[in-house]
């Protein structure tokens, strides 16, 4: 079926360390996924995305990492800022109806 | 660029009266979504038009939901009437056509049905 979940609401992370957030789908047919940052008061906002063909893509401090043969994916955040602080949601979306389908969110906190 | 725009940020009203949210998509973005957030979720989609024909509107509740983009560009969701569980932000959204083109969101209005 079409769900995109996250293995945990909540994450902590002291100031400089790198986050890793965490995110697992179920429609092996999902062919591109997104990951969004959402701070208070805002829309998402795109951070960065990844098609199936591949298993890892770097931005600007962020990394995309996708296990296919698990149905896992994941954000990587390096040296987390105070500005990073938000809630993370992942999203597919499949090659046949051009759907995005969001997950439930991460909210990620640092600690100074 | 002008991002996507959204009017009114904030409206409360009462249970079974009934409002209506306006947006206007980034120009020359086909594809225009309605998204309900309801607070600690994340984003359900309401409806997506292409151009100004729906392409899926399978999660509207159409008994009192209703959307329009009649010229293909701007776009309004309307709820009459109102009910409690209504309460949450909705937020519009723009994409260019086709799969892997980056959405781009509005800073959403919040609703709150009192």
């Known amino acids: 079926g079409e769900s995109v979940g996250l293995h945990l609401p909540t994450l902590s992370v002291q100031e400089g360390d790198n986050s890793i957030i965490n995110c697992a789908y179920s429609n092996s047919a999902s062919d591109y996924f997104i990951w969004y940052k959402q701070e208070s008061g805002k829309g998402p906002q795109f951070i960065i995305d990844?098609?199936?063909?591949?298993d890892k893509r770097q931005g600007q401090r962020v990394t995309v990492l996708l296990n296919k043969t698990v149905k896992h994916l994941s954000l990587q955040i390096a040296a987390t800022q105070p500005g990073d602080s938000a809630v993370y949601f992942c999203?597919?979306?499949?090659?046949?109806?051009?759907?995005?389908?969001f997950g439930s969110g991460t909210r990620l906190s640092i600690r100074p | 660029e002008a991002g996507v725009a959204q009017s009114p940020r904030y409206k409360i009203i009462e249970k079974r009266q009934s409002v209506a949210f306006w947006c206007n998509p980034i120009s020359g973005h086909a594809t225009l979504y309605w998204y309900q957030q309801i607070l600690g979720q994340g984003p359900k989609l309401l409806i997506q038009?292409?151009?100004?024909?729906?392409?899926?509107d399978s999660q509207l509740p159409k008994d009192r939901f209703s959307a329009e983009r009649l010229k293909g560009v701007d776009s309004t969701l309307k709820i009459q009437p109102a009910k409690l569980e209504d309460s949450a932000v909705y937020l519009c959204a723009s994409s260019l056509t086709g799969l892997g083109n980056t959405i781009y969101f509005g800073e959403g209005s919040w609703l709150t049905v009192v």
């Open positions: 038009f292409q151009n100004n024909g729906v392409v899926d």
């Open positions: 999203a597919d979306q499949y090659s046949s109806a051009s759907k995005i389908i």
């Open positions: 990844i098609r199936s063909n591949m």
